[in-house]
T-cell receptor, first 111, second 113 residues
């Protein structure tokens, strides 16, 4: 099925460092979402973006909806151990309620 | 967002048997629910859209006779994996689109032995 390309695939960083990951697509999406998934759990919504160019923050997290509506990035500042997990972007397919998920970025934070 | 409860969280079944997974929307009447499948270290792949009172809409390549979906009420959708085989072992996750966005269940780990 259709997927969004996410990079990097994995990151190993030290506690306190900033993190940046992005998501690109060949298709236009009207809504971009960023989720975090812990092992054995369902994804939990971090940030939702609804307008091209929109920049939204949620605590240490900041995400932007690309102007072309084909990409988005997520930044995490001053990482902490509990940031460990898999981060997924997701785009809502136009004129439907369906979500398409990115390939995921696995984040490891070392103390 | 909506509060979503998925059950069971883990199930082990013998090859050839059927397994039912429930997804409940606890605080929102959902006319539509979604079922995803996730292989280890992979992304979530949409399997089907569950529609209350009508047939589910399956994504391309998903066998509707293998993965039976029933959405008999506004708060419950079920996914039944019929005649399960080891290759059906996976993590299955449901989702509800509530008034504030999409909420996911905690997933069901299915192991077929």
């Amino acid at each position: 099925g259709q997927q969004l390309n996410q990079s990097p695939q994995s990151m190993f960083i030290q506690e306190g460092e900033d993190v940046s990951m992005n998501c690109t697509s060949s298709s236009i999406f009207n809504t971009w979402l960023w989720y975090k998934q812990d092992p054995g759990e369902g994804p939990v919504l971090l940030i939702a973006l609804y307008k091209a160019g929109e920049l939204t923050s949620n605590g240490r997290l900041t995400a932007q909806f690309g102007i072309t509506r084909k990409d988005s990035f997520l930044n995490i500042s001053a990482s902490i151990p509990s940031d460990v997990g898999i981060y997924f972007c997701a785009g809502q397919v136009r004129n439907t309620d369906k979500l398409i998920f990115g390939t995921g970025t696995r984040l490891q934070v070392f103390p | 967002g909506a509060v979503v409860s998925q059950h069971p969280s883990r199930v082990i079944c013998k090859s050839g048997t059927s397994v039912k997974i429930e997804c409940r929307s606890l605080d929102f009447q959902a006319t539509t629910m979604f079922w995803y499948r996730q292989f280890p270290k992979k992304s979530l792949m949409l399997m089907a859209t569950s529609n209350e009172g009508s047939k589910a809409t399956y994504e391309q390549g998903v066998e509707k006779d293998k993965f039976l979906i029933n959405h008999a009420s506004l708060t419950l959708s079920t996914l039944t994996v019929t005649s399960a085989h080891p290759e059906d072992s996976s993590f299955y996750i449901c989702s509800v689109r509530g008034p504030y966005g999409y909420t996911f269940g905690s997933g069901t780990r299915l192991t077929v032995v």
